[in-house]
Every structure is written in C-alpha cells, then in structure tokens.
C-alpha cells in the first residue's frame, strides 16, 4: 500500500457550499498543543449544520479524535501537534466553515441570566462600593470577606484546639486563603 505525502484530504463539495453560505459562529474555549476545543453559539448548534463540519474533521489524516456535544455546543478536536501548529489549526476550522469569535471579557465574567443571580450581583457591588468609599478605597470586601473568615478560623482553633478529626478551623482557613486568591484575580477593582 502506498503512502501518499500529501497529508490534506480534500473538502466534499457540500463543505464547500456549507463555508460559502452560513458560516458556524464558534469560540475557542481552550487550546493546547494537539487539543482545542470550541464552544458552537447556540443558535447554531443544530445537528445539520455541525454534522457535515465534524466528519470533514473527521476525514483528515493529522486530525486523529473528534469528540461532540451537540446540545451544549462543545468540539474537542484532537490533532497531531507535528503535522499542524494552532494556526494551522485555526485555518482549517475557518475553512471548514466555523467563524471563530473572540471571547470577550463579558463573556467571561457572566455568571448567569437570572434575575435573582443579577440581584445578587448588584447588591454585592453596591455594598463592596460602600465599604470602599467609607474607607477611602484602602479596604473593600475582596480583603475583608478573606479576613473574616480568617478570624472565625483563628478563633475556632483558639477555642476549641486542634480537633483534626472535626475538620472546622482549617475548612475556614483554607476558604480565607482560597478566597483571597481567587478574589484578587482580576483587573478589574
């Protein structure tokens, strides 16, 4: 049998049309060397449209795995790293047909529709710029939710020693360590 060097398989002609005509909206979620995975916008997650795209994926030689979730809209694509680079990568799904669409920060950072979320949400950065503007911004609850919980673990282990077996003290110390970190992530203050 005879290898042919030649690593790209030609497109059917219905991949083709399907490029010309709509393309899929999709979002790279994550991407490393021989993985992306992408996220299809709902309104395009549709099995007639993805289908054709996925077994076109499906039919190229560096292309090895394709793994889909149609109702959430995630494509796991895995890929030979040496055959093609993430650019690489990034053409072919555009030829296939998908648009990828940058991921916004907005995107990032919404946590849910719901109106009781949004709620939430709202009174959370109502009250954190109350407490920034009482103290001059020097403090504000991403410092002072961790401390709080640091005192309650400090007064635990006062309190009540070391108790291992119950776990308490260090269940708060480790959500005041957690919390600081996670709430110090970001830009944004």
Same mark, same amino acid.
């Given at each position: ?8 398989? +030609?497109? +059917?002609?219905? =991949? ?14 994550? #991407? ?6 992408? &996220?299809? &916008? ?10 054709? =795209? ?10 090895? $795995?394709?793994?889909?979730?149609? +109702? ?8 030979? $790293?040496?055959?093609?680079?993430? #650019? ?19 995107? &990032? ?53 070391? #108790? ?24 944004? #203050?």
């Amino acid at each position: 049998m005879a290898l042919s060097n030649n690593n790209k398989i +030609p497109q +059917p002609a219905s =991949i083709v049309e399907n490029k010309n005509s709509s393309f899929l909206e999709a979002q790279i979620i994550s #991407q490393t060397p021989g993985r992306v995975r992408l &996220r299809v &916008r709902p309104a395009h997650r549709q099995q007639q449209k993805i289908a054709p =795209i996925i077994n076109a994926l499906k039919a190229r030689l560096e292309i090895y $795995r394709v793994k889909t979730n149609i +109702p959430s809209g995630s494509i796991t694509v895995l890929h030979g $790293r040496e055959l093609l680079t993430s #650019q690489d990568m990034c053409i072919v799904l555009q030829d296939l047909g998908i648009n990828l669409v940058e991921v916004t920060q907005r995107s &990032r950072t919404s946590v849910s529709s719901s109106s009781s979320a949004a709620a939430i949400i709202k009174t959370a950065k109502n009250l954190n710029q109350q407490v920034k503007t009482a103290t001059d911004n020097e403090i504000d609850l991403r410092f002072l939710f961790p401390l709080g919980l640091g005192v309650m673990a400090m007064r635990q282990l006062l309190v009540k020693g070391w #108790q291992l077996e119950l776990i308490p003290w260090y269940v708060l110390a480790w959500y005041a360590f957690e919390s600081f970190l996670k709430l110090h992530s970001t830009s944004d #203050q």
